[in-house]
């Protein structure tokens, strides 16, 4: 409430009537007409105090501005007089600013008759008039959000804050500023008489216009020929008439400025004339909302003669601005031009803005998807609905509205979105970086808007925007567009609609910083907004007025740059243009933004309207839309980082393929040993043999995966560098591309080297091996005499460079267009941004990239090792026939390159189509750059999911295989000598890559089983067979030694060693009859004969088998440790075999790992239409994905044969190793696929990288 002396406002009216007529001042003058000037300031210290509410409602706030620009003591007047009719800015609030002759004769309540000349002389004068061609001190009105009776504070200080930023603008500086308007006065009432004085004193107080007092600044040295001239005794007047959004036009506030008006004018020579092409007329600065729009033409009917002169900043309904058009024609001059919408209003029309929307394609899909329109009720601006064209063909509106009495709701909900937890009641919260946004109102109750007196009203609110989100869900909205007049309200809505429709778009016809500030506490990522005015970061104003200065632009919302530009033309009266270009001005046109990341990120333009006659810097205002930043630093990171993979894998390309030879027969030795090293692994041919199908196969599947890699990294490198190209020539007059490149190489020239030269070379290079494998795949194809499929032979490798040719195409056609091609540059430039179409396709090709290593790793190493399995003799209890069988199939599954084999093929081609039918890409995926991207995230997602299905059908299906062969195994005799192979065998490790470091280890063991193994060849060839094998060990050892590759099929040629000598075993006598028999392969029937202690016995025999080897149980052969050496043996191929085949899944699982996780992190990197659908759908990907793999972890722990090989008990399952394993294989795509679900959980997940990305921004 309003802190008074004594109490209420009756009591001091009393008081103060009693003690005049009892003590008297001025013996019976009334006190209405008692002048109170400078000269009576010591007699007016010992009156008693009059009411302070009372005498405030008397002051007029223009007069009290130049009372202070005079240095005189403010007036405290009781009464008005009443021939004014109760106007405060009356001839009474000016009469004693004039030069008072001291006449002691004279009565003091005479009105001196030299008035006309007052103290403004000097600035004011007639000859001032003359001189400087135009009034010197010029008055207006702007329009202010009501601050005591209604909600809208927050637009209160930035309209404010605009006026204030525009005058200075124009040239003028702040002097002084009076309002009647104190929220400090202000309490909360504790009682009814509190709360009805509080009201009382808004009511009074809000019908009072307010005054701030400006000083020209005078002109810097070279803008003499400014078109604006300006001396500094200029004075400018602003008057501020309180306006709101339901009941409009304060008419008593702006009649009571108009009353300023005229006195200004008739007695200091004040003007209201700003531009040569108006006569006298009063200028205004709004108004502002839809509702005031009536007011100001009824107030310009009732006016005398005066024309009204109109600039709104925020108006856009078509009725509103109908009416503004309607009060300038009024009585101006017909031949003015009063039909263009950007005389009466800076901001576009809703309906424009719609319009534009729908063209754009951003919304409405066509005709499929209506669109959801969100009005305020209680509003002249929410109770007009738009129109469109009756030629439009889009989509339907849909027009809902809600209470405006929504204040209330987010005062009891708001903070519950924010998780907010106030430390007490009473506590103020901190206003700092680090608070969280309140949404409490400073004034609870708005006087502007009916009351509300149920405690259940803002309950039943909520209901109907829970009711509207169910709406919008049942009619398949995809866009809602949220109009409301406060900023306030429009970030809850977008709120609350973002949380209820999460794969609805959320637009705003107004762009509003708070929506990307709040990021933190508000996941709004993705919202548009539409606006004249998109508040680039770091913009700024060319301002002719101030010398050609740049004129930084720092507001929080499209309205507020609106009213500034609205009061900027009012003052200094030049046109506003966009300056594109290098300084080639055009038409403000509408903008498409959408918040990411704590910024508005631009994503559509208006195509330019011609400019008729001439324009330059020099006579108009120039407002930068995109400004000359450098390139980021996470771009030149991730840039530098794909130019070394390039660069290193296009040398390793050449120095494996074509330049292989000439390294080789080099006389150099580091050159010479560099040709054989195994970082060629992946590069260097096989010398196939042209009989061998298989080997023919994988060579060809090499050459194709290698040119599936090389097409992946031009793609990448021509995702990075071509729009940075476009974007550092953004601004420059020459479109074409010799121009464009020499600005690039210009802008990248960092002084120690040229990155742009050497990102183009690097990006021209990674094309040659994208050439050279092409044709030397085809070329191959004559070569080799497989049998092969004709179809699979030519589309797979066009495949890859179509899908290489239509990523470039998509690429040149978003560049190439002149209206959005530098947005779009712009955007793929900032990969932090959140909003770069560039990340998803980036995160893609890294999985595409790992897919390719992993199928080029399975590939070379089955060419460099495949162990194969030994040759069973018939008649040993196990079907030779179906062992060779299992095993081709397996090869073929492992070794596959392009289509599986059927049945598996068709059930992959039938679960992808399946999958895109039911998840639509092409909707999930839809982009806000148009449908060429639409395109390429649709078909980049299929591709990644027929990739990563395509390695887990295959991963199931090596496993069924392999389980089948491991359970012939486990039928076998040969069960028991698994569990006897030494731990260095064990498939444990395989998990931690133990397996693939024992390249050199595991052949020495097999060696070494090879040397005690029994003896079924004649002395001489067994030691030439073990001299031979010896010889495989030392060119293993020594290549491996010098970290060479296993070249010519050494390891291969030792493993088939090692397999034929073992089917020799299995056709020993004596070995096959304990097969033949049965059982354990040690008999213990007559295990007494030998002795009468078995135990005994068994202990004499250990020292003739190995130490490391289990002592046999029996004896019934004379050398028992033979035959279980020899299964040891047997078994030690198969189990060599068995790590092959596991090997090479735990290649594919880590794939399926890898890229599950990039693919969900590009799912949720860019504003998608619709996340939620994408999160949910991807959560069931990886759950069925990882259904699969798990159950292939639990029979691997289950299988009886590898429980043998790991020490573990058959048919039991380790959980910690498990869980370790699912870990490791599911856990980060399960945490991104959550966070996409819920984004408060990916907040705290991932919260520890924001900071590094805001610092490379």
């Known amino acids: 409430m309003y802190r008074q002396v004594g109490g209420s406002a009756i009591f001091f009216v009393l008081l103060s009537a009693l003690i005049s007529n009892v003590g008297g001042v001025g013996h019976g003058v009334e006190k209405s007409k008692l002048p109170v000037g400078s000269e009576q300031s010591a007699s007016s210290t010992s009156a008693i105090p009059v009411d302070a509410l009372e005498a405030d409602t008397h002051r007029c706030s223009a ?29 009474f609030a000016f009469q004693d600013l004039g030069a008072v002759k001291a006449d002691a004769n004279e009565h003091q309540n005479a009105i001196p008759q030299n008035l006309k000349t007052t103290g403004l ?151 209201t004339d700003f531009s040569p092409s108006t006569k006298d007329g009063i200028f205004w600065i709004g108004p502002n909302y839809s509702a005031s ?45 009063t ?201 700024f104003l060319y301002a002719p007025t101030v010398g050609q200065s740049r004129h930084s632009l720092s507001f929080m919302n499209s309205t507020q740059e609106g009213i500034f530009l609205a009061a900027l033309q009012q003052i200094a009266p030049l046109q506003v ?28 333009r208006a195509p330019p309207a011609a400019l008729p006659g001439e324009h330059s810097l020099r006579n108009s205002y120039a407002i930068t839309n995109i400004p000359e930043d450098p390139l980021p630093k996470l771009w030149l990171i991730a840039t530098s980082i794909a130019l070394v993979c390039a660069a290193v894998h296009v040398f390793l390309f050449l120095v494996g ?85 020499e600005t690039f190489l210009r802008a990248t020239d960092f002084g120690v ?67 959005v091609g530098s947005l779009f540059a712009l955007r793929c430039v900032h990969l932090a941004s959140g909003a770069s179409p560039l990340l998803p396709l980036l995160l893609a090709s890294a999985g595409l990239l790992t897919a390719a290593a992993v199928n080029l790793n399975a590939l070379t190493l089955a060419r460099d090792r495949d162990p194969q399995v030994p040759l069973l003799p018939p008649g040993l209890g196990v079907d030779a026939g179906t062992m060779d069988l299992c095993r081709k199939r397996l090869t073929d599954r492992i070794e596959c390159w392009g289509f599986l084999p059927p049945p598996e093929g068709l059930v992959l081609l039938l679960g992808v189509l399946l999958a895109c039918a039911v998840l639509h890409p092409f909707l999930l995926f839809s982009s806000i750059d148009g449908q060429w991207m639409t395109m390429l995230y649709g078909y980049t997602f299929i591709t990644a999911l027929w990739t990563i299905a395509w390695l887990w059908v295959r991963f199931i299906a090596i496993w069924k295989l392999l389980r089948f062969l491991l359970e012939l195994l486990e039928g076998s005799p040969m069960r028991f000598a698994f569990s ?103 008999d213990t029937d007559r295990a007494s004969e030998g002795s009468s202690d078995p135990g005994k016995a068994t202990k004499q025999l250990s020292s003739v088998c190995r130490d490391d080897l289990p002592v046999p149980c029996g004896t019934s052969f004379p050398s028992p440790c033979e035959v279980a050496v020899a299964n040891e043996y047997i078994a030690m191929r198969f189990g060599a075999y068995v790590r092959y085949v596991t090997l090479q899944l735990k290649n594919l699982m880590t794939f399926m790992s890898m890229g599950l996780f990039l693919l969900l992190v590009a799912a949720v990197s860019y504003p998608f239409q619709e996340p939620q659908n994408i999160a949910w759908s991807l959560i069931v990907i990886v759950a069925i994905l990882l259904f699969g793999i798990g159950t292939v972890l639990l029979q691997m722990d289950r299988d009886s044969i590898l429980s043998r090989m790991s020490e573990t008990p058959p048919g039991e399952v380790k959980r910690g190793a498990f869980l370790l394993h699912m870990l490791s294989v599911g856990g980060l795509p399960v945490l991104t696929a959550l966070s996409a679900v819920f984004p408060s959980m990916g907040n705290v997940l991932f919260s520890w990288i924001q900071p590094m990305l805001t610092a490379l921004h």
Not at 1048 to 1072: C, G, I, W
């Open 63 to 91: 007069a009290e501005v130049l009372r202070r620009h005079l240095g005189r003591a403010e007036k405290m007047v009781t009464v008005a007089p009443e021939k004014d009719n109760g106007i405060v800015c009356s001839d």
């Open 121 to 271: 002389d000097l600035t004011c004068s007639p000859n001032a008039d003359k001189e400087n061609k135009g009034h010197r001190c010029r008055v207006l009105i702007a329009t202010l959000p009501d601050p005591l009776q209604s909600a809208n504070l927050l637009e209160f200080d930035r309209d404010l804050e605009a006026l204030q930023e525009a005058v200075s603008t124009a040239g003028y500086d702040f002097e002084s500023m009076y309002t009647p308007w104190n929220l400090a006065d202000l309490e909360e009432p504790k009682d009814p008489k509190g709360s009805r004085e509080a009201m009382h004193y808004r009511r009074l107080f809000g019908d009072e216009p307010g005054a701030m007092l400006f000083h020209g600044r005078p002109a810097p040295d070279g803008a003499q020929n400014s078109p604006v001239p300006r001396m500094g005794s200029e004075l400018l007047m602003l008057l501020l008439v309180p306006e709101s959004p339901t009941y409009g036009l304060n008419m008593h506030a702006a009649v009571e400025a108009l009353s300023a008006i005229d006195q200004l004018k008739s007695s200091f020579n004040f003007s």
């Open 293 to 337: 729009a009536a007011g100001l033409y009824h107030l310009a009917k009732v006016k005398d003669a005066q024309p009204f002169y109109a600039i709104s900043g925020s108006i856009t309904s078509e009725r509103a601005i109908s009416l503004l058009k309607a009060v300038r024609t009024l009585k101006a001059d017909k031949s003015s031009s």
């Open 339 to 539: 039909n263009s919408t950007e005389d009466v209003t800076t901001a576009p029309s809703d309906r424009a803005s719609l319009e534009y929307l729908l063209e754009s394609g951003l919304i409405g899909e066509g005709k499929r998807a209506p669109v959801a329109v969100l009005q305020e009720n209680e509003s002249a601006y929410g109770s007009e609905d738009i129109h469109l064209k009756p030629s439009h063909e889009g989509p339907e509106i849909r027009t809902f509205r809600y209470p405006r009495g929504i204040s209330h709701v987010r005062g009891l909900f708001g903070k519950q979105l924010t998780n907010f937890k106030p430390q007490n009641a009473e506590a103020p919260t901190a206003q700092d970086s680090k608070s969280l946004f309140d949404f409490t109102d400073a004034l609870q109750q708005p006087l502007d808007s009916p009351p509300e007196f149920a405690a259940q009203s803002p309950y039943s609110n909520e209901g109907v925007l829970a009711a509207i989100a169910t709406s919008v869900e049942h009619i398949g909205a995809k866009a809602i567009v949220i109009l409301a007049t406060d900023p306030l309200d429009q970030l809850f809505l977008a709120r609350y609609f973002h949380q209820k429709v999460p794969n609805a778009r959320v637009v705003l016809l107004s762009a509003e910083r708070l929506l990307p500030e709040l990021r933190g506490q508000y996941d709004l990522d993705g919202t548009l907004s539409v606006s004249r005015f998109p508040l680039f970061d770091d913009a």
């Open 577 to 604: 243009f966009e300056d594109e270009k290098s300084h080639a001005l055009e038409k403000l046109s509408l903008w498409i933004g959408v918040s990411s990341h704590g910024s508005y990120w631009p994503v559509h």
């Open 657 to 741: 393929g074509p330049f292989h030879a000439r390294w080789r027969a080099s006389d150099r030795g580091w050159i010479k040993g560099f040709s054989r090293h195994r970082v060629l692994t992946f590069y260097l041919a096989d010398n196939v043999d042209a009989s061998d199908p298989s080997q023919w196969r994988r060579e060809l599947g090499r050459q194709y995966w290698l040119l599936s890699a090389s097409t992946q990294i031009v793609l990448v490198l021509a995702w990075l560098v071509l729009p940075a190209i476009v974007f550092v020539s953004s601004h420059d007059k020459d479109p074409s591309i010799p121009h464009k490149l």
């Open 753 to 819: 080297s040229p990155f742009g030269i050497v990102a183009l070379v690097i990006l021209l290079a990674a094309c040659v091996p994208c050439l050279w494998l092409t044709f030397s795949f085809y070329l191959r194809r004559f070569g080799g005499t497989f049998d092969m499929p004709f179809w699979r032979f030519v589309w797979l490798p066009l495949l890859s460079l179509l899908w290489l040719v239509f990523n470039l195409v998509v690429l040149f056609h978003e560049l190439a267009d002149g209206t």
């Open 980 to 1082: 006897r192979l030494p731990k260095v065998f064990s498939l444990a490790p395989i998990w931690s890559y133990a397996g693939l470091r024992r390249t050199l280890i595991l052949p020495m063991r097999w060696f070494e089983y090879r040397k005690v193994a029994p003896r079924v060849v004649t002395p001489e060839r067994a030691v030439d067979q073990i001299a031979g094998e010896a010889k495989f060990i030392d060119r293993i050892v020594s290549g491996l030694g010098s970290d060479e590759m296993l070249l010519d099929r050494v390891y291969v040629e030792f493993s088939e060693d090692q397999n034929r000598y073992a089917t020799l075993l299995l056709r020993h006598p004596v070995l096959k009859a304990t097969w033949q028999r049965g059982g354990p392969d040690i």
